[in-house]
């Protein structure tokens, strides 16, 4: 047994309102930049629909990714000779237009033009070789189009397309928000020539070198979740830090910190990193998702707290895990789900699916009704979250249903519902956590570096220098 952290992330995707705040926090803190106008660590996408890249789902295309051969995981982007011969022509690398070629406008046409008989334009321009163009695509350019024509090209509708239909009362659309998911099996890091990119072993945050980068780039079609850039400027690859400087000292990322809708939570948790392998090569993909559970273990568990302080897991790491919402969310209640596990990278960022509308057939019958009654059909909730177990996603939703049910009949007094899975107080922690829950508890961080608090911390930003912490 080999307890490692890992800092992790929830995301209440019901809480999710589209306003794309967490990436432009981002956006400004971290690629606000020449060589990275076209990136984003954090978007957030409107499913179905392409994506961010454009179809970054499609395997068949890009590569991404793990696969079992036999008994044994292998790249999908080839084996190690086959990635040597692909070091300088790479056919699965995606392109700037699979991104979107960034662009500003032409403001000086509107402060120096003349006098016309019509308003003048602001032209848009590239950001890149300064030329006019034509925008064809941005980083949120399916917002809001459910029923669009890249919603019916959306990369999960295939499997299931003919149980599907996107007629106009049966539109669906949720909001999807990603970032790097710090997986417990990259296949960035095993993708790397130059071994640049590493996971800390510290808190799991995957990072890249910028010094031992030499830019060969088969980090970025090894990725399934196509979140590492390229940089044209430096030639180095760059990714999303989940903002270590910050989980350093005790506070959380950008994004988390900045979320309208509260929809984040942040904490530790334990693994075993002698599972982790076991757990990628699980046969039948829809059992991925139990096994990686296993892989995370109790930390209220003397034996595997003892195993942690045996790593060199501090005291202040342990009670983080201890009271960890992300551990409650994830293991206790079961309610989030990694996107797509069959991918057998692990991804650390989690989801709570939604709980979509009403049918309109049933809409009329009941208040509360069975989770195959949404308007977001099952099949395509578990392409996204269970690797097609439909079984999974039919029981994570139940028990977000029974946690309003057991609300609603508290709240107007009738008897309680039978046949719960939990008991009723378990319910209202559920709901303590995912509806009214402050700040202070979805985000439980050890207190950092310096062993100070966080209100103790958020008094020093701003009032350091570069050299000296706090001031001095």
């Given amino acids: 047994m080999k307890i490692k952290a890992q800092i992790a992330m929830v995301m209440n995707l019901d809480k999710c309102i589209g306003c794309h705040t967490c990436s432009i926090t981002c956006k400004n803190v971290w690629t606000n930049r020449e060589g ?9 996408e409107t499913k179905p629909g392409l994506g961010y890249p454009r179809d970054w789902e499609n395997q068949d ?55 016309k008989n019509h308003q003048p334009v602001a032209r848009p321009r590239s950001l890149i070789t300064g030329q006019r163009m034509e925008i064809k695509a941005g980083p949120n350019w399916d917002d809001d189009l459910a029923g669009g024509e890249s919603a019916r090209k959306d990369h999960n509708l295939k499997k299931s397309a003919e149980d599907i239909t996107l007629e106009f009362q049966d539109i669906f659309m949720k909001y999807l928000p990603r970032n790097c998911n710090h997986c417990l099996n990259p296949a960035c890091v095993a993708a790397c ?56 000292n005790g506070l959380p990322t950008v994004c988390t910190d900045t979320c309208v809708g509260r929809i984040r939570y942040l904490g530790v948790i334990l693994y075993d990193a002698d599972e982790v ?40 790491w342990l009670r983080a895990a201890e009271i960890s919402p992300v551990y409650k969310i994830i293991k206790n209640w079961k309610l989030a789900l990694p996107l797509h596990p069959e991918y057998r990278t692990l991804p650390m960022v989690w989801y709570i699916p939604p709980l979509s509308p009403i049918m309109k057939t049933v809409e009329d019958k009941v208040y509360l009704p069975n989770s195959d009654a949404m308007r ?61 829950a402050k700040y202070s508890d979805r985000i439980k961080l050890p207190s950092g570096l310096q062993g100070k608090t966080h209100e103790q911390l958020r008094e020093l930003q701003g009032t350091a220098g570069y050299i000296c912490p706090g001031g001095c």
């Fill in 36 to 44: 990275a106008e076209y990136m984003y660590f954090n978007n957030v």
């Fill in 277 to 316: 392998l076991n757990a990628a090569k699980t046969s039948e993909e829809g059992k991925i998702y139990f096994n990686l559970l296993d892989v995370i273990k109790d930390p209220s568990s003397p034996e595997i707290q003892s195993a942690a302080r045996s790593e060199g897991i501090s005291e202040a």
């Fill in 376 to 436: 977001i059909p099952l099949k395509y909730l578990a392409e996204l979250f269970s690797a097609g177990n439909v079984e999974v996603i039919t029981k994570t939703l139940q028990r977000l249903l029974d946690m309003r049910t057991v609300m609603r009949q508290k709240e107007i007094g009738e008897s309680e519902p039978q046949n719960l899975e939990f008991e009723v107080g378990e319910y209202e922690k559920m709901y303590r956590l995912l509806g009214i």
């Fill in 61 to 115: 295309k890009w590569k991404g990714g793990w696969q079992l051969d036999g008994d044994e995981l292998s790249l999908k982007t080839g084996s190690k000779l086959e990635r040597i011969m692909k070091l300088f022509y790479h056919p699965e690398q995606p392109e700037l237009n699979d991104y979107y070629e960034p662009w500003t406008y032409d403001y000086e046409t509107l402060i120096t033009s003349k006098r």
């Fill in 193 to 248: 020539p130059s071994g640049a990119i590493y996971k800390r072993d510290e808190d799991g945050v995957v990072l890249v070198s910028q010094d031992a980068c030499r830019g060969w780039r088969h980090c970025i079609p090894a990725c399934p979740y196509k979140k590492i850039y390229y940089n044209w400027k430096s030639n180095k690859a760059e990714k999303c830090t989940f903002c270590y400087p910050r989980l350093e």
